[in-house]
Structure formats: structure tokens, C-alpha cells
């Protein structure tokens, strides 16, 4: 199937600092990526839908400030979490899907964000 | 909320099918039925997906029930390293509407 790599896998970081996560398609292009979170032993949860060129759409009780969304090329979206506090601590996952045809979602390996 | 309910739990033993039971009652008529699993601390991985019709591919197959209220995903022949959580999911095909929302799973162990 298609790849999805996001970058970091892991990362700690301190209070307050920021931090960005990446989400490439290899393979193919992605019109429409998806960020979402999951906590120890819980589902995922949908964060926000990122479409290329125009701003993200947010999930009820995500706060867009916090975690900034760029989806600026057909092969890259980003997450950016913004003066992180312990609470942000979680398993943040990216999927996307091929712009090319309606397909299934691919999604990266995650990435285990610990604020220390 | 998530639009499907699946056991919680469930046991296999190596070699046997795995059968993974999913109701999805009030599934709309432009909506698939998608089947993930994750694997501890890894995301998701696509296994198969389908509309009406039976689908079959080397991972597994997908058997839809007529009024499409139910679905069962099969894996012929489990091994240990298929011991996950799966994920039965309903959504539209594709695009920015396609996004998958997740419930519970149920968590197949696989056993020697």
C-alpha cells in the first residue's frame, strides 16, 4: 500500500517550548491529510482534516491556536504544538489519502510526544 | 460518535480463522465499511474495505451482510503477529468527508 512517514517518531520537549511534527505521502500526492491523537489505552481521536492550500478544519474542542495546521505542498502537512504542557503528552498520528482517486487512508507510524 | 460496536475483546488460536464480528446498523447508503488494526505504538494499518459486495484481498476478507447492518472480517489463518486492536469503521469514499472516526475495537489475541 501507499506510505505515509511522519518525522519524529518520538520527541520530549520542555514546558512552554513548541513543537512540529511532519506528515509526508511518499508515493503519492494528498489533497486531504488527517491529524488525530490518541491517549494510553484509548481510540483515536479525530484533531483536524488538513486540505492543501486553504485553512484546516478543526474538530469540536480543538483549540487551532494550539495546534497549528500547514498543508502547504500535495506531499506534506504539518502539526505544530504550540507551548506544550504535559496534558499534550500523546501519541499524535497523520493520515492521507491519494488525491488522485477516492482511496482508503494510509496512515504514518505516529509520533509519542512527551512534555516534560 | 463512532457508528459501529464490536466486541470489546477476543481470543484465536494460531492457525484457526479469526472471525471479527461488527454491527453497523445505521450505515447510509454511500458509506464503506473499512477494517484497520494497530498494532501497539505503531498507527493504523489498512486491511481491506467494502460497499456491498464480499472482498477478498491477501490480508483477509470482508463479508457484508445483505442489508448491510453487519460485517464480519475474517483472516484465514492468524498468527501471532496479527495480535491487535481492529478497527471497523464506516465512511464516506474518499475526499475531505472520508475521515475515519474511530471507536473502541476489539482486541484480538492471538494465542500459541
Known amino acids: 500500500g501507499a506510505v505515509v512517514s511522519q518525522h519524529p517518531s518520538r520527541v520530549i520537549c520542555k514546558s512552554g517550548t513548541s513543537v512540529k511534527i511532519e506528515c509526508r505521502s511518499l508515493d503519492f500526492q494528498a489533497t486531504t491529510m488527517f491529524w488525530y491523537r490518541q491517549f494510553p489505552k484509548k481510540s483515536l481521536m479525530l484533531m483536524a482534516t488538513?486540505?492543501?492550500?486553504?485553512?484546516?478544519?478543526?474538530e469540536q474542542g480543538v483549540e487551532k491556536d494550539k495546534f497549528l495546521i500547514n498543508h502547504a505542498s500535495l506531499t506534506l502537512s504539518t502539526l505544530t504544538v504550540t507551548s506544550a504542557h504535559p496534558e499534550d503528552s500523546s501519541f499524535y498520528i497523520c493520515?492521507?489519502?491519494?488525491?488522485?482517486?477516492?482511496?482508503?487512508?494510509?496512515f504514518g507510524q505516529g509520533t509519542r510526544l512527551t512534555v516534560v | 460518535d463512532a457508528k459501529t460496536t464490536q466486541p470489546p475483546s477476543m481470543d484465536c488460536a494460531e492457525g484457526r480463522a479469526a472471525n471479527l464480528p461488527c454491527n453497523h446498523s445505521?450505515?447510509?447508503?454511500?458509506?464503506?465499511v473499512y477494517w484497520y488494526r494497530q498494532i501497539h505504538s505503531q498507527g493504523p494499518q489498512y486491511i481491506i474495505h467494502g460497499l456491498k459486495n464480499n472482498e477478498t484481498n491477501e490480508m483477509a476478507s470482508l463479508i457484508i451482510t445483505e442489508d448491510r447492518k453487519s460485517s464480519t472480517l475474517i483472516l484465514p489463518h492468524a498468527t501471532l503477529r496479527d495480535t491487535a486492536v481492529y478497527y471497523c469503521?464506516?465512511?464516506?469514499?474518499?475526499?475531505?468527508?472520508?475521515?475515519?472516526?474511530f471507536g473502541k475495537g476489539t482486541k484480538l489475541s492471538v494465542k500459541p
Open positions: 469503521i464506516v465512511s464516506v469514499y474518499g475526499g475531505s468527508q472520508g475521515n475515519l472516526i
Open positions: 488538513s486540505n492543501e492550500g486553504s485553512k484546516a478544519t478543526y
Open positions: 493520515s492521507a489519502r491519494d488525491a488522485q482517486g477516492a482511496t482508503e487512508a494510509f
Open positions: 445505521t450505515i447510509s447508503g454511500n458509506e464503506y
